[in-house]
């Protein structure tokens, strides 16, 4: 209750696009006045990642459709609830950035693998075909994203981005912080796989921001990397 008031408190000062705004060429269909409204779709959304369920399918049939019924009665079939998700792909981005925290001064980096399908399907895999990429992670080889996430002290995401699973971490930590709304100062607390001399001198020299790394075991002592 207390996630779904706070998601329409929001939707009440977001107005939703309307056909009007669709991009020129691209044909859509006659426009149905759908049971459930968008917060409540972005609702059930944002509480399956809170949930135990892994696969969103057995998280809508087996407990929203199920437990959650009176909360939302409009609930339609699980395919057409699919239907409906990428209606509130704009409302769910700007929502997240509205989360956004503040730079206190002391910020971590780190980064995460979204994997889009195992290790074994990846020369059949076809839905993200075209814009994942293979990576490798501590813990061995993955075809997806990754997701590279600034936050502060008090846990709060700063910034973030999303990335293909080739992307270097330090790559990604550079584009996030010449973004213009990315306002990031002081010092920047990150794993060993930011190690960088060269990134290290350029966020000193030219933003001012001390980048703070672990050392790693063939590094030497008398030349310590911040």
């Known amino acids: 209750l207390e996630v779904f008031c706070?998601?329409?408190d929001f939707?009440?000062?977001?107005?939703?696009?309307?056909?009007?705004?669709?991009?020129?060429?691209?044909?859509?269909?006659?426009?149905?006045i759908l049971s459930m409204t968008p917060s409540e779709i972005m609702t059930v959304l944002v509480q399956f990642h809170s949930s135990h369920y892994r696969d969103f399918k057995a998280y809508y049939c087996q407990h929203v459709c199920v437990y959650?019924?009176?909360?939302?009665?409009?609930?339609?079939?699980?395919q057409r609830f699919v239907e409906w998700m990428p209606r509130t792909?704009?409302?769910l981005t700007l929502y997240l950035v509205s989360l956004f925290g503040a730079c206190s001064g002391v910020s971590f980096c780190d980064s995460t693998k979204i994997s889009v399908c195992h290790n074994r399907r990846i020369s059949r895999h076809?839905?993200?075909?075209?814009?994942?990429?293979?990576?490798?992670?501590?813990?061995?080889w993955f075809f997806g994203f990754k997701l590279h996430l600034l936050f502060n002290d008090q846990g709060e995401v700063v910034w973030l981005l999303l990335t293909p699973g080739?992307?270097?971490?330090?790559?990604?930590?550079?584009?996030?912080?010449?973004q213009d709304e990315?306002?990031?100062f002081g010092k920047i607390f990150a794993d060993k796989g930011y190690i960088s001399q060269p990134l290290f001198e350029k966020l000193l020299r030219e933003k001012h921001i001390?980048?703070?790394?672990?050392?790693?075991?063939?590094?030497h002592t008398n030349k310590p990397m911040l």
Not at 126 to 139: C, L, N
């Open 6 to 8: 706070h998601i329409d």
């Open 11 to 32: 939707c009440q000062t977001f107005q939703m696009p309307t056909p009007k705004l669709s991009l020129p060429g691209v044909k859509t269909s006659r426009q149905r």
């Open 68 to 78: 959650l019924a009176s909360e939302f009665p409009g609930l339609p079939s699980y």
């Open 89 to 91: 792909l704009i409302p």
């Open 126 to 140: 076809k839905t993200f075909k075209t814009i994942a990429q293979r990576g490798k992670t501590s813990v061995g």
């Open 166 to 178: 080739n992307v270097d971490d330090r790559v990604a930590l550079t584009d996030m912080l010449e």
């Open 182 to 184: 990315c306002n990031i």
């Open 210 to 219: 001390a980048l703070i790394t672990g050392l790693k075991k063939n590094m």
